[in-house]
């Protein structure tokens, strides 16, 4: 039995994470053997969970490099999740291809590109091999409408690497980031 990929993706505030957790409950509630993992550089809402935007928490390993990933594996598992994905180093990509041909099957989520709108290498390429993905839209805090591509720094400072929340970013869309572009 081989298992599959399932990637979900978008800008922040899309339920990326929310989706990710749903489906950690689909396999809890039919007796699965879960594992969530996240990297370690997202420390927003605590350390060792993985935390929706509304507090909804689910426990998880941090990680720093992927193949850490493989130390926590033991016999039985069903379904492995990962968060964040756009922070993790690209070996993610054979990780993820091992662990469906041991029969396992993998939810990833991540941001698909950054605020300087280019793409994330680990997200772009666990995309081109994903069975499914999922792709999520926010509500653009300019104008209202559940169409946000894109997630707009507010503040100058910080890298492209930068956690954050609400503090930092803001959900829009292309018509409304066209209009912060030009203003
Ligand atoms: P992601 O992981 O994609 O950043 P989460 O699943 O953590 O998203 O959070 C989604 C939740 O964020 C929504 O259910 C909603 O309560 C909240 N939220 C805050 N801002 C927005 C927005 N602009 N669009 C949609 N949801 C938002
Ligand atoms: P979220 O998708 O669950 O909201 O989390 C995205 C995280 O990524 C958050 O900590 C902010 C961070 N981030 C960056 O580091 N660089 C970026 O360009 C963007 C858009 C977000
Ligand atoms: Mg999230
Ligand atoms: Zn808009």
């Known amino acids: 039995m081989v298992g599959k990929i399932t990637v979900i993706t978008g800008p922040m505030y899309s339920g990326k994470t929310t989706e990710l957790l749903s489906f950690v409950e689909i396999y809890n509630i039919g007796k699965k053997k879960t594992i969530v993992f996240k990297p370690s550089i997202d420390n927003r809402y605590g350390t060792d969970t993985v935390s929706t935007h509304t507090g909804f928490q689910v426990k998880a390993i941090r990680i720093s490099k992927s193949k850490e990933i ?4 033991k016999d039985g598992i069903d379904a492995v999740f990962v968060d964040e994905i756009q922070f993790l ?3 993610l990509v054979d990780i993820v291809k091992k662990l469906v041909f041991d029969g396992i099957d993998v939810y990833c989520a991540g941001l698909d590109i950054s605020y300087l709108e280019n793409p994330f290498e680990t997200t772009s390429k666990l995309l081109a091999i994903a069975d499914e993905v ?7 805090e300019k104008c209202g409408e559940h169409r946000a591509t894109y997630s707009y ?3 100058p400072n910080g890298g492209e690497i930068d956690v954050g929340g609400k503090d930092k970013y803001i959900a829009v869309c292309r018509e409304c980031l066209k209009k912060l572009k030009t203003e």
């Open 134 to 140: 999922i792709k999520k839209k926010a509500v653009c």
């Open 89 to 91: 180093d690209v070996e």
């Open 70 to 73: 493989l130390d926590y594996l």
């Open 153 to 155: 720094k507010i503040v």
